[in-house]
């Protein structure tokens, strides 16, 4: 703002009348000074001020303070106050011009600063709205910034979608790839086979040729010289080689065809056999319970346990491919097989015999225990009773509204409606008496009978849980007893006395034992056995309904040799 001038007047005694001024100057600019000037222009004259005011200007000190100002005017540009030609004499115009370009500069400033002002109250507002744009910005600078971040994980999660895309299409293709040469193996391997085919045909063929050859060389036969005509005067036709090789193709035609169908019935009814042996064994073994395994088999038996396991091994290699074999080898495997579910279909026969007889002395040993055929047949028999009744009441009435019908005079009807109302009422009221009576019994069998089905079915849970500990305990015997004969095999192999050819025809022995099976049963002792199965164990079937709804496929997860 350039240099200030600061001027200092020392206050002036009244009583000495001198003056002593101390000043201090320094260069000022015109516009402080003006500033200065404006900034003291608009005061209110008070006492202060007037006292300020007489303070640099009094009466003693005029001639100093005019002196002082046309100093000061001068530096400033303004004109001198005093004339130029006289000496120390007051120029009044000089003054009022003073004065008034004085008051131009004060308004001049003034509207200055009022621009000023006005300027800085725009540059303010424009402030505020720079700050709120910014602010606004900043927000929306975020906003981006967040959605960039979205954008950005939106596009790792694309670019993951993309990657697990590109490896499922490259493991569809590796799929495809392998199908494809599965396909083409297959067709390699068909038309290997049609080719195969083709030639046992074409052996076939010349087979079939010269053995139809060879009979006719061999036919014995005679010629007739003397040919008798036909009935119609034609000749027959000429013997040539074409008419021969077109008999010999037809007659060719002919019996490959019979071969073919009596082939194609052959496998038909080979493969309704195979269904009905299938059906026939999922069925007894449907029947058989899961208790009947071979454990019992090899404790009847008890030789051999290593050796039983080797066969049952054998025999579900085997059976997948048990269709594919020989007739003798399939034969064989299904008579040892359905050999084996007749012995436990008979060990389960027996068993049911067993638990039925154990819960006919069970109810025999209860009170209020009642077989289910008994409880069946009491029903029966109520039902007959109420269907009797209700017929006697329908009889009844037809006969009451044939008596109200007929006429006849009021007393003889009034005495017959009281004695029929009467005799009515007495039997309804012995046969309510004989129906409650029989309500009661019937609840009495129900409850009796709903409690020795709940104590059957936990007997049978009860059973089932010894019988898998007994499997439990069967089974780890039987790898000890393994793991002993493998042990004494190994010190056999190694000893070279004569002991180890004894234990090896003891060991064949034992072999030769268990394929000793039963013969099959006949086919009517196997049907009668079917159908004594439901009869027998009707009661311990429905008594246990409860426990086995609880456990439909316990039976089903066994492993296929004990099915076996």
Known sequence: MGDWKTITVPALSSDSKTTSQNTSEKKMSPSSLNMQQVLRLPLPLSKNMHSFFSAFCTEENVDQSISYLNRELTTLGFPSLYSECRDKELNIVSVLNCMNELLVLQRKNLRAQEEVEIQHLKLGSDMDHLQNCYAKVKEQLEASRREIVGLQERDRQQQCKNRNLHQLLKNEKDEVQKLQNIIASRATQYNHDMKRKEREYNKLKERLHQLVMNKKDKKIAMDVLNYVGRVDGKRGAWRTGKTEARNEEEMYKVLLGGYEQRQKQLLVENAELKKVLQQMKKEIISLLPPQKQKPKERAEDGIGPVLSDMEEDAVELNKENMWELSC?????????????????????????????????????????????????????????????????????????????????????????????????????????????????????????????????????????????????????????????????????????????????????????????????????????????????????????????????????????????
């Open 328 to 564: 003798e080898t399939v034969r064989e495997q299904l008579t040892n097989s359905i050999r084996k579910q007749w012995r436990m279909l008979k060990n389960h026969v027996e068993k049911l015999d067993n638990q039925v007889s154990r819960a006919h002395s069970g109810a025999l040993n209860g009170n209020d225990v009642i077989s289910r055929e008994d409880h069946e047949l009491e029903t029966e028999k109520l039902e007959l009773e109420i269907q009797q009744c209700k017929e006697m009441i329908k009889t009844q009435q037809q006969l009451l509204q044939q008596q109200l019908m007929s006429p006849c005079d009021d007393d003889t009807s009034m005495l017959l409606q009281d004695c029929y109302l009467l005799e009515e009422r007495e039997r309804l009221q012995e046969e309510w008496k004989l129906f409650r009576e029989q309500k009661k019994n019937f609840e009495r069998e129900r409850r009796s009978f709903t409690e020795a089905a709940i104590r059957l079915g936990l007997e049978r849970k009860a059973f089932e849980e010894d019988r898998g500990a007994w499997l439990k305990q069967q089974f780890l015997s039987m790898t000890s007893d393994h793991k002993n004969s493998e042990h004494v095999k190994t010190q056999s192999a190694y000893s070279g006395s004569s002991d180890p050819d004894n234990q090896l025809m003891n060991f064949r022995s034992r072999q030769k034992k268990p394929h000793c099976l039963p013969t099959v049963p006949p086919l009517e002792e196997l049907c009668q056995t079917i159908q004594h199965i439901p009869h027998n164990s009707n009661s311990s079937v429905v008594l246990n309904k409860t426990t086995d709804d609880s456990k439909p496929k316990q039976w089903k997860g066994l492993s296929k040799a004990e099915i076996e």
